[in-house]
């Protein structure tokens, strides 16, 4: 016999999914916000105050991993604009990103190209093995200043966008327009099309402004340097430490949510994890937090999916695994249709992206398949069997008898009844029940019993 109580494991599968969904979130925000803290110190060595007039303001944009996707495009052109309004001396950004999907790469850097304030792009710092690829390395080539950590990579560039693999994007064009002034040797170009190349090469060939291992150096190599800004100007920077604003950007709320969906492992597991809410939610009378968990989740998740590269027939296959493990639980069949669901879904996740960057890892979908598996054979099975009530107890039997609410009745959830847990529906004059309401069954509709207020303290009297 089972007595399981639908409430607590609906709030503890939805908790873990927004835990989920909140760690990630906050790892791309503390990486979006990470920045040298030696700067502060430098800045606190001023002599003397300094009139407001005369400071110099830098505009530092820090991305750590993740994909130039169209939220970072975003925040890029907005401190640039930003910058611009506010007379800034140099927008800084300093990342290391993988590769674009989705990004409209014509827009960025015709907002670089156009910029009147000196753009700097650092792939570092050192120690952290930065790269650019696809987009990123675009994005660096079209820097005013390009600087490079020695530990750090550029390229391969091509294909700028995993989203775009149909080859419409000319690459070694735009990359050759961008460094051809720059006296970049031509083999370089080949190079930095693909294949990582390392920073010694980079600066051998002639691509690299400057090299730095941080964002201190860097300014501090900067000051006094003349640069040509893509709005045809030249500028001589001033970056004194007792003249310096530093002012550090991030990605909004919104946009940090966008930008972590398009992390591969991400979406799969935020698809994964929203349907199975969903179907979980399905099971269930009435409509709760775990359902409410899993719109929001899959959303996510499908948002993902317009911006990577995804088969979609491996997406279906994923799906019809789900679908059909629900149906297995429903039927109590274990057999067949389990080894089908199993198939589906492994076969789906092997093939679910388009790029071969962006597979899964075979461990993931192991462990992923395990979960899945156990949640629908072991869980949700035993749920089922306590919404099913005690056996050789007829549900007739119950009429008139107390109980207590174990789950919300919204108008239906659970009843503890006799020592046991089952389905019930709300009939009293409320819109709904709380848990530990007392009630009593006054009737049974099909595998549910229906109940209304009850006052234990009437039986009392009656008895006296």
């Known amino acids: 016999m089972f007595s399981l109580s639908r409430g607590p494991v609906r709030r503890s599968l939805a908790c873990a999914v927004l835990a989920f969904v909140a760690l990630g979130l906050t790892a791309s925000s503390v990486a979006a916000q990470e920045v040298d803290p030696t700067l502060d110190s430098d800045l606190e060595r001023c002599p003397t105050p300094i009139d407001e007039q005369d400071v110099r303001t830098v505009e530092v944009l820090p991305l750590r991993g993740g994909f130039f996707d169209p939220p970072v495009a975003a925040q890029v052109t907005d401190v640039i604009e930003l910058a611009e309004e506010a007379g800034s001396e140099l927008v800084v950004l300093q990342y290391s990103s993988g590769g674009g999907v989705s990004v409209d790469l014509d827009e960025l850097l015709g907002s670089m190209e156009a910029s009147p304030v000196p753009i700097a792009a650092l792939v570092g710092p050192l120690g952290t093995g930065a790269e650019a690829a696809g987009a990123a390395g675009l994005v660096w080539a079209a820097a005013d200043i390009r600087a490079i950590s020695a530990d750090a990579t550029v390229g391969p560039v091509s294909p700028s966008n995993l989203s775009d693999l149909d080859g419409s994007f000319d690459e070694a064009a735009v990359l050759g327009g961008l460094l051809d002034d720059a006296g970049t040797a031509p083999e370089l170009l080949e190079q930095l099309l ?6 010694d090469t980079l600066v051998e060939g002639g691509a690299v402004t400057l090299t730095a291992q941080g964002l201190e150096p860097l300014l501090v190599e900067l000051d006094g340097r003349t640069v040509a800004t893509g709005g045809g100007d030249e500028r001589t920077l001033q970056i004194r430490a007792c003249e310096l604003e530093v002012r550090f950007h991030s990605l909004g709320l919104v946009r940090r949510v966008l930008h972590a969906a398009t992390t591969a492992p991400f979406i799969y597991l935020l698809l994964v994890v929203g349907l199975g809410m969903l179907l979980f939610e399905a099971f269930q009378p009435g409509f709760g937090v775990a359902g409410l968990a899993g719109i929001i989740t899959t959303a996510i998740g499908a948002f993902g999916l317009t911006v990577l590269p995804v088969v979609w027939w491996a997406v279906a296959l994923v799906v019809l695994g789900l679908l059909l493990y629900a149906v297995d639980t429903a039927v109590a069949g274990f057999g067949p249709i389990t080894l089908g669901a199993t198939a589906a879904f492994v076969i789906g996740s092997i093939r679910f992206y388009a790029a071969d960057a962006l597979a899964l890892n075979p461990w993931l979908i ?40 174990r789950s919300v009745l919204n108008p239906e959830g659970h009843v503890y009844i006799d020592g046991a847990l089952w389905r019930a529906r709300w009939t009293g004059d409320a819109k709904r029940a709380k848990v530990g309401t007392p009630v009593r069954v006054h009737a049974v509709e099909g595998p549910v019993v229906l109940v209304e207020p009850f006052d234990p303290s009437e039986v009392v009297s009656s008895d006296a």
Do not use: C, H, W, Y
């Open 194 to 199: 693909n294949e990582r190349v390392d920073a």
């Open 366 to 405: 192991g462990a992923t398949t395990v979960t899945v598996a156990a949640f629908f054979v072991f869980v949700m099975t035993t749920v089922l069997r306590a919404q099913a009530g005690p056996e050789g107890l007829s549900l007739d039997e119950l009429v008139g008898k107390p109980g207590i609410v």
